[in-house]
């Protein structure tokens, strides 16, 4: 059963940090693009970051500077740190998984083409 459990989120001052994590079971989740999107309120589900399986990067033009990606294979683990929090930066963030892609490419994708969901962490920035 594939699953992503996503934590680490909470409430920060802006300026402040946040380490995000997702937490894979269920399958390989190496061999496949995982990426992080956000969704703030009123507002459509946005591509963060990607990491391919071999360990590339991509970053929405929005995440470049300040919001780093990374993953532990051991640990089965999707990581985002989050740096120089903006109050814009509020959104609910999910982790997900492209199971048919080892590639993630971004920003050149949508949430259409993940398959595997996390339930969402919450992050505010507060001014």
């Known amino acids: 059963q594939v699953q992503l459990v996503e934590s680490g989120g909470g409430s920060v001052q802006a300026g402040g940090s946040l380490r995000l994590s997702c937490a894979v079971s269920?399958?390989?989740?190496?061999?496949?693009?995982m990426a992080w999107f956000r969704q703030a309120l009123g507002k459509e589900r946005e591509g963060v970051a990607g990491?391919?399986?071999?360990?590339?990067?991509s970053y929405a033009d929005s995440a470049k500077g300040r919001l780093t990606i990374s993953k532990d294979n051991a640990k089965n683990t999707l990581y985002l740190q989050m740096n120089s929090l903006k109050p814009e930066d509020t959104a609910m963030y999910y982790c997900?998984?492209?199971?048919?892609?080892?590639?993630?490419?971004?920003?050149?994708?949508?949430?259409?083409?993940?398959?595997?969901w996390g339930q969402g962490t919450q992050v505010i920035v507060s001014s």
């Open positions: 997900a998984a492209d199971l048919l892609s080892f590639a993630c490419s971004f920003p050149a994708r949508v949430p259409a083409d993940f398959g595997a």
């Open positions: 990491i391919d399986s071999d360990g590339s990067i």
């Open positions: 269920g399958f390989t989740y190496a061999t496949y693009c």
